[in-house]
């Protein structure tokens, strides 16, 4: 079975442009978070959506969005770039309130 | 709120077995540790619920006290690919999906 996918893989960006990251997750699973992971520190909830509804929203700005389709894929938007928002961005996909599974990630470059 | 995880990292011969901490200044309703790999995706290990409950997968352990809001896992007889850094992600109230990470500890096992 396929596990959670991310695309892009890598992706640079220049201040104040828009970026899309998407996520694919496992088959079955209906619920998918995102977070943020700056090098050296754990992961930084962002974002949970379940059956295309947002659950949950961690602390970050609302240049930050994201949206979940009717087949559980996600987005997450951010606006605006910042060098600060280079990070590596995490989606994880659970069937709800169990164990989540990360994918790859996006690693993010702002400059 | 950040869990605190202690120690921030350790070296270990293989064979040797290492306890790392997770402590929360909050109710926690469940634990969740993982293992990352540099360049790779947080893997899950074990999830623990309130209760008190201890779980096992085959050398690696943990445990859960809700009354002093701390869970340990415990790696043993480690193997050089334990090497890597360990996530807690701690739950504060029940079924919200999303998890708050403490900083990591970094392992390192040595043949």
């Known amino acids: 079975d396929a596990g959670v996918t991310q695309s892009p893989t890598h992706l640079i960006k220049t201040r104040g442009q828009h970026v899309t990251l998407r996520c694919s997750p496992i088959?079955?699973?209906?619920?998918v978070s995102w977070y943020q992971q700056v090098l050296g520190q754990g992961p930084q909830f962002i974002f949970q959506y379940y059956e295309k509804e947002e659950r949950g929203r961690g602390n970050f700005p609302d240049r930050f969005s994201a949206r979940q389709f009717p087949n559980y894929s996600s987005e997450l938007n951010v606006n605006a770039l910042l060098l600060g928002d280079s990070a590596l961005y995490l989606c994880a996909s659970s069937l709800l309130y169990t164990e989540a599974f990360f994918g790859q990630g996006t690693r993010l470059t702002v400059v | 709120q950040q869990p605190v995880q202690s120690p921030q990292a350790v070296i270990l011969r293989e064979g040797e077995d290492a306890v790392i901490n997770c402590s929360s200044s909050?109710?926690?309703?469940?634990v969740h540790w993982y293992r990352q790999k540099h360049g790779e995706a947080p893997v899950f290990l074990m999830i623990l619920l309130k209760g008190g409950e201890q779980k096992g997968h085959e050398k690696i352990s943990a445990s859960f006290n809700e009354k002093k809001q701390q869970s340990s896992l415990y790696l043993t007889a480690s193997q050089l690919s334990y090497s890597g850094t360990y996530f807690c992600?701690?739950?504060?109230?029940?079924?919200?999906?999303?998890?708050?990470f403490g900083q990591g500890t970094t392992l390192q096992v040595k043949p």
């Open positions: 909050k109710a926690l309703y469940s």
């Open positions: 992600g701690t739950e504060i109230a029940g079924n919200t999906g999303k998890l708050i």
């Open positions: 088959s079955g699973h209906k619920s």
